[in-house]
C-alpha cells in the first residue's frame, strides 16, 4: 500500500467499503500503487494496468487495455462511444464485489499478462475522427490556426475533436470552437489551464 494514495481511501464516500476490498484484490495480485488522475491505479513495471474510481451509481475497475482482454465473463463495459481501450467493471455495493472477488481477480491477472506481453490495443487516428464543419471553416480560413492545432499531441487534438462535434447545434459548436481558438495557439488541451 502506498500512503499516498490512503486518503482516496479514507475519505468518507458511500464506496470507502468497496474501494477498500478492492484495493485488496488489486494489491493481492501485485501489482505497483500509485495515485494518477486522483484516483489510485495500478502498474505493473511502470505501465498502467487497473484503476479505481467511484461515480454517483457505482464504483469500478478500469482496465486500461480492456478492450483487449477476453471478456469470457462479460462484465466489461465500454465507458462511453469515445472510450477506445479502457473498460470497467461496475459495482453498484460491496455485495456485488465480494460475490466476484475470483472473477475479478482473474481480470486483474489477464490485465497483467496483456501488460507483459506488450501488446497494444490499436487506438484510431487522429484523422479518422470526426471534424465537424465549424471548425474545419475556421482552419481554412486561419492557416496559422490550422498549423499550431497540427502541432497538438494526438490526444489533445482528438479532445478538441469530440469537444466541437458533440453539440447538435452549429451555434453552440461555433461557440465552442471560438472559445477555444486561444487554447490552440497556446499549444494547451481542453483541460490545460
Not at 98 to 114: D, F, H, P, Q, V
Not at 163 to 169: D, E, G, L
Amino acid at each position: 500500500m502506498n500512503p499516498e494514495v490512503d486518503w482516496f481511501f479514507n475519505k468518507d464516500t458511500k464506496w470507502q467499503e468497496a474501494y477498500s476490498e478492492l484495493r485488496t484484490f488489486v494489491l493481492d495480485c501485485g501489482l505497483t500503487e500509485k495515485l494518477k488522475w486522483g484516483c489510485p491505479c495500478y502498474m505493473f513495471q511502470e505501465n498502467n494496468v487497473v484503476l479505481i474510481h467511484g461515480f454517483k451509481n457505482y464504483c469500478a475497475l478500469l482496465f486500461m487495455q480492456g478492450a483487449l482482454m477476453k471478456d469470457s465473463e462479460g462484465i466489461l463495459i465500454q465507458q462511453t462511444e469515445n472510450v477506445q481501450a479502457a473498460r470497467q467493471i461496475r459495482f453498484a455495493n460491496i455485495q456485488e464485489i465480494l460475490n466476484k472477488e475470483l472473477i475479478i481477480k482473474a481480470y486483474i491477472k489477464e490485465a497483467i499478462e496483456i501488460e507483459k506481453s506488450g501488446l497494444k490495443f490499436e487506438l484510431k487516428k487522429t484523422s479518422e475522427f470526426k471534424m465537424p464543419e465549424e471548425f474545419q471553416q475556421v482552419l481554412a480560413e486561419m492557416p496559422e490556426l490550422k498549423i499550431a492545432f497540427e502541432t497538438l499531441t494526438p490526444g489533445r487534438q482528438r479532445g478538441y475533436l469530440l469537444f466541437f462535434s458533440a453539440p447538435k447545434q452549429a451555434k453552440t459548436r461555433e461557440a465552442r470552437i471560438e472559445k477555444y481558438v486561444p487554447h490552440i495557439f497556446a499549444g494547451k488541451g481542453l483541460e490545460d489551464k
